[in-house]
C-alpha cells in the first residue's frame, strides 16, 4: 500500500473518524487560517474551531495529493559529450543555472533537472518550428514593389548634395571628442566635478567644457611628448591654473571631501565661505607653497 506521505492509506474521514475529531475540529499545531480563533479563550483549540465550525463558514480540507506525475524525461536528454551543459548525468552540488528549476521542489535533485532540461529543449524546439513557419510563410509571399524607383532616388540625393555641400552624406558612427552627450548621461565626464569647469553651469555648457578642456591637455600633453627632455621646469604663464594651485580663492565646492588646513576650527559659516576665509585660498600667489616662502621671508 502506498504510504500516506504519498498519497495512500485510508481516506480523509476515515483517519478523522478514528481520530475522534469533531466536526471543524483543526489539530493542534495547524498554522493556517481560522476566522475569530484569536478571540476564544478559556477551551481547548480543538473545541474552539469546533464551535467556530458550527457558526462560521467552514471548508473542508482537501483529500491530500500524490506527487505530480511526470513523464519519464531522462530517456531524452542528450548524452553528455563535453560541450554541451544540460544533459541526463546531472550531478547533485551542481550550482550553475538550471532552466525553470527555482519553480520546481518537493523532489529530488535529479528528478527535477531532468524536467527541467527536457521542458526548456522541448521549448526551445518548438520556438524554432514556429520561426521556421514564420520565414517559410515569409518566403511563400511575393515581394512588395517599392514606391520610388531608383533613378529617381538618385535624383533627389543628386539634388541634397548640390544645395547642401557641405553637410556630410551620412552621419558619422564615432562622435567628436568635444561634443557634449545628452543629459541623463551618467558615463565619466573628466574635469567637471574636479575644476571650476562644472560650476554654475548646465549639464550640456559644463561637460562641453570639461571635454574641450581635457581634448586641450591632451594635444598639450602629446606636444610636450615629442619635444626633448628639458630639465628645467615649465614656466608659470604655460601652466592652467588649477594644475598649479588646488584650493582656488573662490573657496571649495560643497561635499569636497578632501583635507582643508584649519577649516576644522572655523565654524558658524557655510562651506564655502568658511573655505574662502581660510589663508590656503584667500592668498593671491600662484600656489601655497609660494605663499608660505613669502610669509616666512617677510617674518
Same mark, same amino acid.
Not at 265 to 289: A, I, M, W
Given at each position: 500500500?502506498?504510504s500516506?506521505a504519498?498519497?495512500g ?11 475522534g475529531?469533531?466536526?471543524?475540529t483543526h $489539530? &493542534?499545531? %495547524?498554522?493556517? *487560517?481560522c476566522?475569530q480563533?484569536? +478571540?476564544?479563550? /478559556?477551551?481547548t483549540y ?9 457558526t462560521?463558514d ?6 491530500p495529493?500524490?506527487?505530480?506525475v511526470?513523464n519519464e524525461a531522462?530517456?531524452?536528454?542528450p ?5 554541451n551543459?544540460y544533459?541526463?548525468?546531472? $550531478? &547533485?552540488g %551542481?550550482?550553475g *543555472?538550471?532552466p525553470?528549476k527555482? +519553480?520546481k521542489? /518537493? ?5 527535477e533537472c531532468?524536467?527541467c ?18 520565414q517559410r510563410s ?6 512588395l ?9 538618385r535624383e533627389e540625393?543628386?539634388?541634397?548634395r548640390?544645395t547642401h555641400?557641405?553637410r556630410?552624406?551620412l552621419?558619422e558612427?564615432?562622435?567628436?571628442l ?5 543629459p541623463?548621461y ?10 571650476e569647469?562644472?560650476?554654475?553651469t548646465?549639464y550640456?555648457?559644463m561637460t562641453?567644457n570639461?571635454?574641450?578642456m581635457f581634448?586641450k591637455?591632451?594635444?598639450k600633453?602629446?606636444?610636450i611628448r615629442?619635444l ?6 615649465l614656466?608659470?604663464?604655460e601652466?592652467p591654473?588649477y594644475?598649479?594651485r588646488m ?8 561635499k569636497?571631501t ?16 568658511t573655505t574662502r576665509?581660510?589663508n590656503?585660498?584667500?592668498h ?12 616666512n621671508?617677510?617674518l
Amino acid at each position: 500500500m502506498t504510504s500516506i506521505a504519498f498519497g495512500g492509506g485510508p481516506p480523509l474521514q476515515q483517519r478523522r473518524d478514528f481520530a475522534g475529531l469533531k466536526f471543524g475540529t483543526h $489539530v &493542534p499545531g %495547524y498554522r493556517g *487560517y481560522c476566522p475569530q480563533i484569536k +478571540y476564544k479563550v /478559556g477551551r481547548t483549540y480543538g473545541d474552539d474551531t469546533h464551535k467556530l465550525a458550527l457558526t462560521k463558514d467552514h471548508r473542508l480540507p482537501a483529500d491530500p495529493t500524490g506527487p505530480e506525475v511526470r513523464n519519464e524525461a531522462a530517456d531524452r536528454l542528450p548524452d553528455a559529450t563535453g560541450d554541451n551543459r544540460y544533459t541526463k548525468e546531472m $550531478v &547533485p552540488g %551542481y550550482t550553475g *543555472y538550471i532552466p525553470r528549476k527555482i +519553480y520546481k521542489y /518537493g523532489h529530488r535533485y535529479k528528478e527535477e533537472c531532468d524536467y527541467c532540461i527536457d521542458e526548456f529543449l522541448n521549448k526551445g524546439q518548438r520556438n524554432g518550428q514556429k520561426l521556421e513557419d514564420l520565414q517559410r510563410s515569409v518566403r511563400s509571399h511575393s515581394k512588395l514593389d517599392p514606391l520610388r524607383f531608383d533613378p529617381l532616388i538618385r535624383e533627389e540625393l543628386n539634388r541634397y548634395r548640390d544645395t547642401h555641400p557641405s553637410r556630410p552624406v551620412l552621419l558619422e558612427d564615432k562622435r567628436a571628442l568635444t561634443e557634449p552627450p545628452m543629459p541623463g548621461y551618467h558615463g565619466y565626464i573628466p574635469r567637471i566635478y574636479t575644476t571650476e569647469a562644472g560650476l554654475g553651469t548646465r549639464y550640456n555648457r559644463m561637460t562641453k567644457n570639461g571635454l574641450e578642456m581635457f581634448a586641450k591637455e591632451t594635444s598639450k600633453d602629446s606636444e610636450i611628448r615629442t619635444l626633448p627632455v628639458n630639465t628645467q621646469s615649465l614656466p608659470v604663464s604655460e601652466m592652467p591654473g588649477y594644475a598649479r594651485r588646488m584650493y582656488l580663492t573662490d573657496g571649495m565646492i560643497p561635499k569636497y571631501t578632501g583635507y582643508c588646513p584649519q577649516r576644522r576650527f572655523v565654524f558658524g559659516n557655510t562651506y564655502g565661505d568658511t573655505t574662502r576665509s581660510l589663508n590656503v585660498c584667500k592668498h593671491q600667489e600662484p600656489s601655497f607653497g609660494d605663499y608660505t616662502v613669502k610669509v616666512n621671508q617677510s617674518l
